[in-house]
């Protein structure tokens, strides 16, 4: 059974630095992995999805790199600003069906 | 943009009253999913739906049921409401097939359900 495990559960950093997000997973026969960004009190906002074959994606300050040998993703947030708090998710799709397996998400605080 | 809108943001009901949460999206996707979300326990699949009259279960449908008679609306329904149930439920759609397969989901602002 597929399990999907973020590490740490919670992070404060200063301002301006740069930041990664770990993401492992345990069964490597995944469809694609996807990062989200979640607001308190508010839904999810995809930030970016790996598909099985790539290694990597890029969106401005953000990068994800995915290896599916070893089970693991990293989120990098480079230059983080008061404006990235929030929790992040990742999520694996199974190649057997349209469901995601999620994270229980990293809870991430920039400090001005 | 993709839009998914959830009827309410926030939702006050008693003890077994039977509860409506509406989920509506206008980019014509397939798949239809409705979670909830409790603290310490994540995201949890409750029911979804890959078309129209088409229903599956999720880890948790029990005491859930679903309704999805058109395609750009998926209706979670709460058959007798109880306390365990409150909690955030978050509506999310996705492309099917193809080239959209390796599409995100979108999902809606969530519905913050209190059962009195």
């Known amino acids: 059974k597929q399990e999907v495990t973020q590490i740490p559960a919670a992070l404060s950093v200063p301002e301006g630095e740069n930041l990664v997000l770990n993401c492992s997973f345990t069964?490597?026969?995944?469809?694609?992995l996807q990062w989200f960004r979640q607001d308190p009190g508010k839904g999810l906002t995809s930030l970016l999805l790996i598909q099985s074959s790539q290694r990597e994606q890029t969106s401005g300050r953000l990068n994800a790199s995915l290896d599916k040998s070893s089970g693991r993703s990293t989120l990098y947030i480079a230059a983080s600003q008061p404006g990235d708090s929030a929790t992040y998710l990742c999520a694996v799709r199974p190649y057997s069906n349209y469901q995601l397996i999620w994270g229980a998400g990293t809870k991430l605080i920039i400090k001005p | 943009d993709v839009k998914v809108t959830q009827s309410s943001r926030y939702l006050v009901k008693r003890t077994g009253e039977k509860v409506f949460l509406e989920c509506v999206q206008d980019?014509?996707?397939?798949?239809m999913f409705w979670y909830r979300q409790d603290p310490g326990l994540g995201l949890r699949l409750i029911y979804f739906?890959?078309?129209?009259?088409?229903?599956e279960k999720g880890d948790i449908p029990e005491g859930y049921s679903v309704s999805r008679e058109k395609k750009e609306r998926f209706s979670l329904i709460l058959e007798s409401a109880s306390t365990n149930q409150t909690s955030m439920y978050l509506c999310?759609?996705?492309?099917?097939?193809?080239?959209?397969?390796?599409?995100?989901?979108?999902f809606g602002d969530g519905t913050r359900l209190s059962i009195l």
């Open positions: 069964d490597s026969a995944i469809y694609n």
């Open positions: 739906s890959y078309d129209v009259k088409m229903k």
């Open positions: 999310a759609s996705s492309p099917q097939g193809g080239q959209d397969s390796n599409q995100p989901q979108h």
């Open positions: 980019m014509d996707h397939e798949n």
